[in-house]
């Protein structure tokens, strides 16, 4: 639920831009994965967390111009104008405009709109900035024209966005655990039937989320990338002669070896972390915040080697975490940089967090959660 405390800071600002209140405001979280990487749009597990106070807000108006979007941001100090019936154009505003196209496509046009967006989660820290924006500009366009949508079909609205609009082929763990998911407790979701359950962690234990400084950037093409990962899975199943990944347990990888490399290694990290996401949850419920922490490391190393999304410095500040006392490690997201959470006794977090600044110049303490 939308607080007054999320949301003062856009309605303010949106009060300044545009010299009138909004008519509705709306507050969307990012979200940090504990376990169960890149398996969503493998039809696996996931284990996501709703962040507290780290999230997008977002004020809107009806404008008098009908069609037209006028989107000022913060964040990047810039007022964006579209039009309705515009295409994806690679700017920010693409994330907007796709939602509002997919919800609200015929009252923009009839209304126009203006926006205001503010967000206390940093860019390409693998923490769903995009996905958070992407949901509430949904709930808020929904809010605004007076329509209903339940958070999981929200959920999938947005996703769709992010693969057909913005042309991103994420799976939807993102999008439900900003849309659907409780900040401050872990979600075990089923991407393939959308089941989940919320679960939760120890008190005495809490997952400190620490920006790499490294930033990715997973719309870029480039060689190597989140759709290239996407394309060798889609490669590994047409050879396995199976729907998805997820068809196979730790139990099947004995067929991997029929696989060219590096498939093999592609989907012995979707089935293992699929797996580590079950033995996480068991590890949850019993309180083995030890157990936890070991399959946090393992999940690491399976994406470093076989999945091969980690980068040198997400690599060196795992090992410098648990060297620093932490029960588990891991990078987390889409990949290649972005944030490390590690998990820590409550009573470490200072002296652990202190540690981590001092010898790694470039990171940040997001979050303690
Ligand atoms: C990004 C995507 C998600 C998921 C993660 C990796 O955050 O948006 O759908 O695939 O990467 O687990």
Redo the contacts with the bound molecule.
């Keep these: 639920m939308t607080t007054d405390h999320e949301t003062a800071s856009v309605k303010a600002a949106f009060e300044k831009h545009f010299g009138a209140a909004p008519d509705v405001v709306a507050y969307s979280p990012g979200r940090v ?1 504990l376990l ?6 493998n039809g696996g597990f ?1 284990l996501p967390m709703a962040l507290r106070g780290l999230g997008v807000s977002i004020a809107l108006g009806k404008g008098d111009k009908p069609g037209v979007i006028e989107a000022y941001s913060d964040t990047f100090d810039q007022t964006e104008v579209r039009k309705i019936t515009d295409s994806r154009e690679g700017r920010w505003s693409d994330y907007l405009l796709g939602c509002l196209k997919a919800v609200a496509e015929a009252e923009v046009a009839a209304t126009g709109l203006r926006v205001a967006l503010e967000t206390t989660l940093p860019m390409g820290a ?1 923490l ?1 900035s ?2 958070a924006l992407e949901v509430v500009s949904i709930k808020a366009a929904l809010a605004l024209y007076g329509r209903e949508m339940s958070s999981v079909d929200v959920a999938v609205k947005a ?1 769709a966005v ?1 693969n057909d609009f913005v042309g ?1 082929p ?6 439900f655990a900003s849309s659907v998911g409780d900040p401050g407790v872990a979600m075990f979701l089923n991407t393939h039937t959308l089941a989940y359950e919320l679960v939760e962690t120890s008190p005495d234990y809490a997952f400190v989320i620490i920006a790499s400084g490294v930033s990715h950037q ?1 719309t870029e093409g480039g060689e190597d990338g ?1 759709a290239t990962r996407v394309a060798e899975c889609q490669a590994a199943c047409k050879a396995l002669s199976i729907d998805m990944i997820s068809d196979l347990g730790v139990d099947d990888l004995g067929r991997i070896k029929d696989l060219p490399s590096p498939l093999d290694r592609r989907v012995r990290h979707v089935v293992t972390d699929n797996q580590r996401v079950l033995d996480g949850v068991v590890a949850l419920r019993d309180g083995d915040m030890v157990r936890f922490g070991e399959l946090m490391v393992d999940s690491h190393r399976s994406q470093k080697e076989d999945y091969q ?1 980690t980068v040198a410095e997400t690599d060196a500040l795992v090992e410098a975490c648990l060297s620093y006392g932490a029960l588990g490690a891991r990078q ?4 290649w940089g972005g944030s490390v959470v590690a998990l820590v006794e409550s009573g470490a977090v200072e002296a652990f967090s202190q540690r981590v600044l001092a010898d790694f110049a470039k990171t940040s303490i997001l979050a303690v959660t």
């Design positions: 994965n169960g990487e890149h398996t969503d749009y996931v693998g769903s995009s996905a996703r992010e991103m994420c799976g939807i763990m993102d999008q997973l989140y999304i987390t997201g889409g990949g």
